[in-house]
């Protein structure tokens, strides 16, 4: 499986962004797909995710603000009411069950406040 990436950049604080992505292989062995984003010096940790079936899951952090739609092999998430918290580099990750997984080479969001 391939992810490739799209969107991102910089914002002031109370700003929009948006991330794509997009699969391409053995997409028929994908369970869930999104994002997770790693800060300075913090662990990588999860944004968004939505799975084949069509559950969405979000970090609590993030809730209310951001949303993940579209397919599992091409999905985009709306990064709205950013805080300077928000910046990272963000990474789409896609599971294909057991050990299996897959990421993007990551794209950088920064938030000014």
């Known amino acids: 499986v391939q992810l490739v990436e799209s969107g991102g950049g910089s914002v002031q604080a109370g700003g929009s962004l948006r991330l794509s992505c997009a699969a391409s292989?053995?997409?028929?062995?994908?369970?869930?797909m999104g994002w997770h984003r790693q800060a300075p010096g913090k662990q990588r940790e999860l944004v968004a995710i939505?799975?084949?079936?069509?559950r969405t899951i979000y970090a609590d952090s993030v809730k209310g603000r951001f949303t993940i739609s579209g397919t599992i092999d091409k999905n985009t998430v709306y990064l709205n009411g950013l805080k300077p918290e928000d910046t990272a580099i963000y990474y789409c990750?896609?599971?294909?069950?057991?050990?299996?997984?897959?990421w993007g080479q990551g794209t950088q969001v920064t938030v000014s406040s």
């Open positions: 990750y896609a599971f294909a069950g057991g050990h299996e997984e897959y």
């Open positions: 292989g053995r997409i028929f062995s994908i369970f869930s």
């Open positions: 939505m799975t084949r079936d069509g």
